[in-house]
Protein backbone atom coordinates (compact mmCIF):
# COMPACT_ATOMS: atom_id res chain seq x y z
CA UNK A 1 0.00 0.00 0.00
CA UNK A 2 1.42 3.32 -0.71
CA UNK A 3 1.97 6.60 1.61
CA UNK A 4 -1.46 8.43 -0.23
CA UNK A 5 -3.52 5.14 0.33
CA UNK A 6 -2.25 4.85 3.97
CA UNK A 7 -3.26 8.50 3.96
CA UNK A 8 -7.01 7.48 2.65
CA UNK A 9 -7.34 4.35 5.29
CA UNK A 10 -6.36 6.61 8.57
CA UNK A 11 -8.75 9.43 7.51
CA UNK A 12 -11.63 6.36 6.89
CA UNK A 13 -10.62 5.63 10.14
CA UNK A 14 -10.52 8.93 11.79
CA UNK A 15 -14.04 9.62 10.50
CA UNK A 16 -15.69 5.94 11.94
CA UNK A 17 -14.14 6.99 15.14
CA UNK A 18 -15.77 10.37 15.16
CA UNK A 19 -19.15 9.05 13.82
CA UNK A 20 -18.68 6.21 16.78
CA UNK A 21 -17.96 9.02 19.59
CA UNK A 22 -20.81 11.19 18.42
CA UNK A 23 -23.00 8.20 18.16
CA UNK A 24 -22.44 7.45 21.82
CA UNK A 25 -22.86 10.34 23.02
CA UNK A 26 -25.82 11.26 20.84
CA UNK A 27 -27.01 8.02 22.69
CA UNK A 28 -25.92 9.10 25.77
CA UNK A 29 -28.02 12.04 25.50
CA UNK A 30 -30.83 10.17 24.72
CA UNK A 31 -30.84 8.39 27.95
CA UNK A 32 -29.94 11.04 30.29
CA UNK A 33 -33.10 12.91 29.23
CA UNK A 34 -35.11 9.66 30.01
CA UNK A 35 -33.71 8.70 32.86
CA UNK A 36 -35.62 10.97 35.84
CA UNK A 37 -38.91 10.25 34.38
CA UNK A 38 -38.13 6.58 34.63
CA UNK A 39 -36.38 6.68 37.97
CA UNK A 40 -40.15 7.88 39.05
CA UNK A 41 -41.32 11.12 41.63
CA UNK A 42 -39.09 9.70 44.70
CA UNK A 43 -35.86 9.82 43.15
CA UNK A 44 -32.98 12.22 43.61
CA UNK A 45 -29.96 12.23 41.39
CA UNK A 46 -26.59 14.34 42.85
CA UNK A 47 -25.19 15.07 39.37
CA UNK A 48 -25.06 13.39 36.07
CA UNK A 49 -21.87 13.29 34.17
CA UNK A 50 -21.81 12.76 29.86
CA UNK A 51 -18.89 11.54 28.58
CA UNK A 52 -17.26 10.07 25.51
CA UNK A 53 -18.20 6.39 26.56
CA UNK A 54 -21.74 6.89 28.37
CA UNK A 55 -23.06 8.54 31.54
CA UNK A 56 -22.02 8.43 35.07
CA UNK A 57 -24.78 9.02 37.94
CA UNK A 58 -23.40 10.02 41.47
CA UNK A 59 -25.28 9.60 44.65
CA UNK A 60 -28.81 8.37 43.07
CA UNK A 61 -31.56 7.85 45.69
CA UNK A 62 -34.43 6.22 45.87
CA UNK A 63 -36.57 7.23 48.67
CA UNK A 64 -39.31 4.77 50.49
CA UNK A 65 -42.80 5.51 50.63
CA UNK A 66 -42.63 6.68 54.59
CA UNK A 67 -44.88 4.16 56.29
CA UNK A 68 -45.34 1.83 54.11
CA UNK A 69 -41.97 0.64 53.74
CA UNK A 70 -39.38 -1.10 56.78
CA UNK A 71 -36.16 1.46 55.42
CA UNK A 72 -35.75 4.74 54.63
CA UNK A 73 -34.53 4.10 51.18
CA UNK A 74 -35.58 1.28 48.63
CA UNK A 75 -31.90 2.09 46.68
CA UNK A 76 -28.97 4.57 47.27
CA UNK A 77 -26.20 4.25 44.94
CA UNK A 78 -22.86 6.50 45.49
CA UNK A 79 -21.98 5.90 41.43
CA UNK A 80 -24.03 4.33 38.69
CA UNK A 81 -22.29 3.70 35.09
CA UNK A 82 -24.37 3.38 32.04
CA UNK A 83 -22.82 2.17 28.56
CA UNK A 84 -25.36 2.99 26.25
CA UNK A 85 -25.48 0.21 23.09
CA UNK A 86 -25.27 2.35 19.81
CA UNK A 87 -28.16 -0.09 18.75
CA UNK A 88 -30.50 2.19 20.41
CA UNK A 89 -29.78 5.25 17.82
CA UNK A 90 -32.18 2.89 15.14
CA UNK A 91 -33.58 0.21 17.31
CA UNK A 92 -37.34 0.28 19.18
CA UNK A 93 -36.31 0.92 22.69
CA UNK A 94 -33.34 1.15 25.43
CA UNK A 95 -30.21 -1.00 24.31
CA UNK A 96 -27.83 -0.53 27.47
CA UNK A 97 -24.16 -2.23 26.86
CA UNK A 98 -23.41 -2.14 30.43
CA UNK A 99 -24.69 -0.68 33.97
CA UNK A 100 -22.06 -0.78 36.30
CA UNK A 101 -23.77 -0.05 40.44
CA UNK A 102 -21.00 1.44 42.48
CA UNK A 103 -20.79 1.40 46.51
CA UNK A 104 -24.62 0.87 46.73
CA UNK A 105 -27.30 -0.11 49.08
CA UNK A 106 -30.87 -2.14 48.18
CA UNK A 107 -33.50 -2.78 50.73
CA UNK A 108 -36.29 -6.14 50.43
CA UNK A 109 -39.10 -6.71 51.53
CA UNK A 110 -40.72 -10.02 52.23
CA UNK A 111 -44.53 -9.80 52.88
CA UNK A 112 -46.54 -11.77 55.83
CA UNK A 113 -47.95 -14.03 52.29
CA UNK A 114 -44.24 -14.54 51.23
CA UNK A 115 -44.14 -12.07 48.25
CA UNK A 116 -40.92 -10.83 47.33
CA UNK A 117 -41.10 -6.93 46.76
CA UNK A 118 -38.23 -4.78 44.81
CA UNK A 119 -38.09 -1.56 44.39
CA UNK A 120 -41.79 -0.81 44.21
CA UNK A 121 -41.34 2.80 43.46
CA UNK A 122 -40.44 1.97 40.13
CA UNK A 123 -41.90 -1.63 39.77
CA UNK A 124 -45.34 -0.99 41.36
CA UNK A 125 -46.30 2.61 39.90
CA UNK A 126 -49.63 3.34 39.28
CA UNK A 127 -51.04 2.82 35.75
CA UNK A 128 -51.84 6.37 36.01
CA UNK A 129 -48.41 7.52 36.16
CA UNK A 130 -47.21 5.83 32.83
CA UNK A 131 -47.55 7.52 29.89
CA UNK A 132 -48.14 4.91 27.46
CA UNK A 133 -47.05 1.18 26.53
CA UNK A 134 -43.85 0.90 28.58
CA UNK A 135 -40.68 1.19 27.47
CA UNK A 136 -38.53 -1.97 25.63
CA UNK A 137 -34.91 -2.10 27.86
CA UNK A 138 -32.56 -4.58 26.61
CA UNK A 139 -29.26 -4.62 29.11
CA UNK A 140 -26.43 -6.66 28.10
CA UNK A 141 -24.68 -6.79 31.61
CA UNK A 142 -25.13 -5.69 34.81
CA UNK A 143 -22.43 -5.35 37.36
CA UNK A 144 -23.00 -4.40 41.02
CA UNK A 145 -19.87 -4.05 43.18
CA UNK A 146 -19.76 -3.60 46.93
CA UNK A 147 -23.61 -3.68 47.78
CA UNK A 148 -25.28 -3.66 50.99
CA UNK A 149 -28.92 -5.56 51.47
CA UNK A 150 -31.28 -5.59 53.79
CA UNK A 151 -33.74 -8.15 53.59
CA UNK A 152 -37.37 -7.60 55.94
CA UNK A 153 -38.78 -10.80 56.07
CA UNK A 154 -42.31 -9.94 57.64
CA UNK A 155 -43.39 -13.66 57.27
CA UNK A 156 -41.90 -15.47 60.12
CA UNK A 157 -43.18 -15.43 63.50
CA UNK A 158 -42.56 -12.67 66.33
CA UNK A 159 -42.71 -9.69 64.10
CA UNK A 160 -40.04 -8.31 60.82
CA UNK A 161 -36.97 -9.87 60.82
CA UNK A 162 -33.93 -8.23 59.44
CA UNK A 163 -31.20 -9.99 57.23
CA UNK A 164 -28.04 -8.17 56.29
CA UNK A 165 -26.26 -9.20 53.07
CA UNK A 166 -23.01 -6.77 52.56
CA UNK A 167 -19.76 -7.08 49.73
CA UNK A 168 -22.83 -8.45 46.83
CA UNK A 169 -20.40 -8.69 44.04
CA UNK A 170 -22.71 -9.16 41.19
CA UNK A 171 -22.83 -9.42 37.17
CA UNK A 172 -26.21 -10.47 35.69
CA UNK A 173 -27.30 -10.18 31.95
CA UNK A 174 -28.80 -9.97 29.61
CA UNK A 175 -32.06 -8.57 30.93
CA UNK A 176 -35.00 -7.84 28.45
CA UNK A 177 -37.35 -5.80 30.38
CA UNK A 178 -40.33 -6.30 30.54
CA UNK A 179 -40.63 -9.66 28.06
CA UNK A 180 -37.83 -11.05 30.31
CA UNK A 181 -37.89 -13.94 27.73
CA UNK A 182 -34.01 -14.55 27.34
CA UNK A 183 -31.80 -16.44 29.13
CA UNK A 184 -29.99 -14.78 31.83
CA UNK A 185 -26.58 -15.44 33.30
CA UNK A 186 -26.10 -15.10 37.14
CA UNK A 187 -22.60 -14.83 39.22
CA UNK A 188 -23.62 -13.89 42.92
CA UNK A 189 -21.44 -13.63 45.56
CA UNK A 190 -22.18 -11.69 49.23
CA UNK A 191 -21.76 -12.04 53.12
CA UNK A 192 -24.63 -12.42 55.21
CA UNK A 193 -23.94 -10.95 58.31
CA UNK A 194 -24.63 -12.87 61.77
CA UNK A 195 -24.13 -11.55 65.26
CA UNK A 196 -21.69 -14.13 65.76
CA UNK A 197 -19.87 -14.26 62.74
CA UNK A 198 -20.47 -13.84 58.37
CA UNK A 199 -21.35 -16.70 56.22
CA UNK A 200 -20.56 -16.35 52.70
CA UNK A 201 -23.63 -17.33 49.80
CA UNK A 202 -23.02 -18.02 46.24
CA UNK A 203 -25.23 -18.64 43.24
CA UNK A 204 -24.05 -19.27 39.29
CA UNK A 205 -25.80 -20.24 36.44
CA UNK A 206 -28.45 -19.05 34.04
CA UNK A 207 -32.53 -17.97 34.25
CA UNK A 208 -35.01 -17.28 31.86
CA UNK A 209 -37.76 -15.62 33.62
CA UNK A 210 -40.36 -15.55 31.61
CA UNK A 211 -40.51 -19.67 31.65
CA UNK A 212 -39.20 -20.54 34.70
CA UNK A 213 -35.81 -22.10 32.70
CA UNK A 214 -32.94 -22.42 34.94
CA UNK A 215 -29.59 -24.07 35.77
CA UNK A 216 -28.45 -22.71 38.99
CA UNK A 217 -26.05 -23.63 41.71
CA UNK A 218 -25.75 -22.46 45.06
CA UNK A 219 -24.13 -22.53 48.04
CA UNK A 220 -24.26 -21.01 51.55
CA UNK A 221 -20.93 -21.62 53.69
CA UNK A 222 -20.27 -20.91 57.53
CA UNK A 223 -24.41 -18.79 58.32
CA UNK A 224 -24.11 -18.29 61.37
CA UNK A 225 -27.24 -20.42 62.78
CA UNK A 226 -28.08 -17.14 65.55
CA UNK A 227 -29.37 -14.83 62.69
CA UNK A 228 -31.46 -18.00 61.57
CA UNK A 229 -33.54 -18.84 64.75
CA UNK A 230 -36.73 -17.65 63.27
CA UNK A 231 -36.50 -20.06 60.59
CA UNK A 232 -35.53 -22.62 62.25
CA UNK A 233 -37.74 -22.28 66.05
CA UNK A 234 -41.15 -23.42 66.71
CA UNK A 235 -43.25 -21.78 68.86
CA UNK A 236 -42.17 -22.89 72.18
CA UNK A 237 -38.23 -23.67 71.34
CA UNK A 238 -35.61 -22.45 73.42
CA UNK A 239 -33.34 -20.55 71.32
CA UNK A 240 -29.99 -20.91 70.03
CA UNK A 241 -26.19 -20.23 71.33
CA UNK A 242 -24.22 -20.80 68.50
CA UNK A 243 -23.28 -22.98 65.25
CA UNK A 244 -23.15 -22.46 61.51
CA UNK A 245 -25.11 -23.94 58.79
CA UNK A 246 -23.87 -24.95 55.42
CA UNK A 247 -25.84 -25.49 52.38
CA UNK A 248 -25.58 -26.41 48.55
CA UNK A 249 -28.37 -27.25 45.83
CA UNK A 250 -27.85 -27.80 42.25
CA UNK A 251 -31.46 -27.00 40.59
CA UNK A 252 -32.30 -27.84 37.12
CA UNK A 253 -36.09 -26.36 35.99
CA UNK A 254 -36.80 -27.32 32.24
CA UNK A 255 -40.84 -27.49 31.11
CA UNK A 256 -41.76 -25.94 34.82
CA UNK A 257 -40.07 -28.97 36.04
CA UNK A 258 -37.49 -29.08 38.68
CA UNK A 259 -34.90 -31.48 39.88
CA UNK A 260 -32.80 -30.21 42.29
CA UNK A 261 -30.44 -32.68 44.63
CA UNK A 262 -28.73 -30.98 47.65
CA UNK A 263 -27.35 -31.20 51.22
CA UNK A 264 -27.72 -29.26 54.29
CA UNK A 265 -25.12 -29.68 57.52
CA UNK A 266 -25.13 -28.08 60.70
CA UNK A 267 -21.82 -27.07 62.57
CA UNK A 268 -21.14 -26.78 66.01
CA UNK A 269 -24.84 -26.59 67.12
CA UNK A 270 -25.19 -25.74 70.98
CA UNK A 271 -28.96 -24.89 72.23
CA UNK A 272 -30.19 -22.81 74.92
CA UNK A 273 -31.46 -24.88 77.89
CA UNK A 274 -35.17 -25.01 78.32
CA UNK A 275 -38.25 -27.02 77.51
CA UNK A 276 -37.12 -30.06 79.53
CA UNK A 277 -37.16 -33.76 78.36
CA UNK A 278 -39.82 -33.53 75.62
CA UNK A 279 -37.99 -29.99 74.15
CA UNK A 280 -37.45 -30.38 70.39
CA UNK A 281 -35.13 -28.48 68.00
CA UNK A 282 -36.97 -27.69 64.95
CA UNK A 283 -39.42 -30.20 65.52
CA UNK A 284 -36.68 -32.87 66.28
CA UNK A 285 -36.33 -34.25 69.64
CA UNK A 286 -33.81 -31.51 71.54
CA UNK A 287 -31.57 -34.78 72.95
CA UNK A 288 -31.34 -36.75 69.55
CA UNK A 289 -29.72 -33.26 68.39
CA UNK A 290 -27.16 -32.57 71.35
CA UNK A 291 -26.34 -36.60 70.98
CA UNK A 292 -25.62 -36.14 67.58
CA UNK A 293 -23.60 -33.30 68.05
CA UNK A 294 -21.36 -34.49 70.50
CA UNK A 295 -21.02 -37.54 68.83
CA UNK A 296 -20.07 -36.31 65.23
CA UNK A 297 -19.65 -32.30 65.96
CA UNK A 298 -22.30 -31.49 62.78
CA UNK A 299 -25.55 -33.10 61.20
CA UNK A 300 -25.59 -33.95 57.54
CA UNK A 301 -28.99 -34.39 55.51
CA UNK A 302 -29.44 -34.91 51.86
CA UNK A 303 -32.37 -34.41 49.95
CA UNK A 304 -33.50 -34.16 46.24
CA UNK A 305 -36.63 -31.24 44.98
CA UNK A 306 -38.52 -32.48 42.58
CA UNK A 307 -42.14 -31.55 40.90
CA UNK A 308 -44.08 -29.16 38.39
CA UNK A 309 -44.04 -25.48 39.56
CA UNK A 310 -47.07 -25.40 37.87
CA UNK A 311 -49.13 -27.72 39.85
CA UNK A 312 -51.08 -25.87 42.49
CA UNK A 313 -50.34 -29.09 44.49
CA UNK A 314 -46.54 -28.95 44.35
CA UNK A 315 -44.64 -26.29 47.05
CA UNK A 316 -40.93 -26.35 47.33
CA UNK A 317 -41.23 -25.81 51.13
CA UNK A 318 -43.64 -28.74 51.75
CA UNK A 319 -41.66 -31.09 49.72
CA UNK A 320 -37.77 -30.00 50.62
CA UNK A 321 -39.82 -30.29 54.61
CA UNK A 322 -40.35 -33.62 53.68
CA UNK A 323 -37.40 -34.57 52.13
CA UNK A 324 -35.34 -33.52 55.15
CA UNK A 325 -37.35 -34.50 57.43
CA UNK A 326 -36.59 -38.54 56.00
CA UNK A 327 -33.40 -37.73 56.11
CA UNK A 328 -32.95 -36.01 59.44
CA UNK A 329 -34.91 -38.92 61.35
CA UNK A 330 -32.61 -41.58 59.35
CA UNK A 331 -29.53 -39.43 60.60
CA UNK A 332 -30.47 -39.24 63.95
CA UNK A 333 -32.36 -42.11 64.39
CA UNK A 334 -35.74 -40.65 65.85
CA UNK A 335 -39.52 -41.20 64.42
CA UNK A 336 -40.89 -38.90 62.03
CA UNK A 337 -43.21 -38.02 64.19
CA UNK A 338 -43.15 -34.40 64.41
CA UNK A 339 -40.32 -33.98 62.24
CA UNK A 340 -41.99 -32.76 59.04
CA UNK A 341 -43.74 -29.91 60.51
CA UNK A 342 -40.77 -28.60 62.41
CA UNK A 343 -38.51 -28.70 59.38
CA UNK A 344 -41.18 -27.18 56.73
CA UNK A 345 -40.97 -24.12 59.44
CA UNK A 346 -37.36 -23.55 58.76
CA UNK A 347 -38.10 -23.99 54.47
CA UNK A 348 -41.21 -21.84 54.55
CA UNK A 349 -39.00 -18.91 56.36
CA UNK A 350 -35.62 -19.54 53.99
CA UNK A 351 -37.16 -20.22 51.16
CA UNK A 352 -40.99 -18.71 50.91
CA UNK A 353 -44.34 -20.12 48.65
Known amino acids: MNRSSWWIALAVVAVLAVAAVGGLRLAAGRLESALAEALGPRASIGQVRIGLTGVQVTDLRIRAAPGAWPATDELVARRVNLRPALSSLWSRGWHIARIEVEDGYLSLLRTRQGRLRVLPALLERPRAEATGEAPRVRMAEVALREVAIDLFDASVRGGTHKLRFESLHADVGPLAIPAFDEPTAIDLEATLKGPQKSGRIGIEG ?148
Do not use: C, W
Open 206 to 353: TFTIATLDAQLKAAVQGVDLVALQPYLLKVNEAGVKRGTLDLSLDATVKAKRLHAPGRVTLTGLELASGGGVLATFGGVPRQAVLAAMKRDGRIEVGFTLEGRLDDPAFSINDNLATKLAGGLAETLGVSLGGVVEGVGSVIKGLLGR
